[in-house]
């Protein structure tokens, strides 16, 4: 079957460390995986996307990895802060269409 | 520039009775996504405008939601007649390509007792 699968536990994470999340998928074969951000009554909010053919992504503090043979994906955070307390989704798109398909998200709770 | 808008941001209703949801999304993007989130699940995808035109609505869960975006302008979801798993979070999106990031309004709450 096919499925998409975060940590559903809740990772914490010293300030100042960087926090690493993880995102698998089973029986998908994606165009591209992009990262978002969810705060509490909020909708969430594009971080990254990186297509099939590229191995590594950066944006400031994040980072994200893609390994289709390992058929994962990495978010890290470096420099963590409080204020990068959210849930965490990923979501992957195949070619044939437009949809997105999610994972059900990491909680990340930075303590100071 | 405003982002993605949705109304209402909550919705109370009994089960049979029909709820409409509306979406704004941001000026000049012609993609348009609806989305939906129950309880302790993952974001569903239930379809695709392209401007006024369903590009696709395979998420669609049956025949009681209806979308529409006359004008490929806003658009609106109905559920007739609501039953109680409908209830959950709806979310929009709207992006200016197809496959690239997409913008997501807050979300409206639906609740069906």
């Known amino acids: 079957s096919q499925k998409i699968e975060q940590n559903s536990e809740a990772l914490n994470i010293q300030e100042g460390k960087t926090a690493t999340l993880t995102c698998n998928y089973t029986n998908y074969s994606p165009a591209y995986l992009q990262w978002y951000r969810q705060d509490p009554g909020r909708g969430p909010v594009f971080l990254l996307l990186?297509?099939?053919n590229e191995k590594e992504k950066r944006k400031e503090r994040l980072k994200v990895t893609f390994d289709t043979t390992l058929k994962q994906s990495l978010f890290h955070i470096t420099a963590s802060q409080p204020a990068d307390s959210a849930t965490y989704l990923c979501?992957?798109?195949?070619?044939?269409?437009?949809?997105?398909?999610w994972g059900a998200g990491t909680k990340l709770i930075i303590k100071p | 520039e405003a982002g993605v808008t949705q109304f209402p941001s909550h919705s109370v209703i009994e089960k049979g009775q029909t709820v409409t949801l509306r979406c704004d999304p941001i000026s000049g993007h012609d993609n348009l996504y609806w989305y939906r989130r129950v309880m302790g699940k993952e974001i569903k995808f239930l379809l695709h405008?392209?401007?006024?035109?369903?590009?696709?609505e395979s998420g669609m869960p049956n025949n009681r939601f209806l979308a529409e975006r006359t004008g490929g302008t806003y658009s609106t979801l109905k559920v007739q007649p609501a039953e109680l798993e409908d209830s959950g979070v709806y979310f929009c999106a709207s992006s200016l390509l197809a496959g690239a990031e997409q913008f997501f309004g807050p979300g409206t709450r639906l609740t069906v007792l």
């Open positions: 979501a992957l798109e195949e070619d044939s269409n437009y949809q997105l398909i």
């Open positions: 405008f392209v401007k006024e035109s369903k590009q696709d």
């Open positions: 990186i297509r099939e």
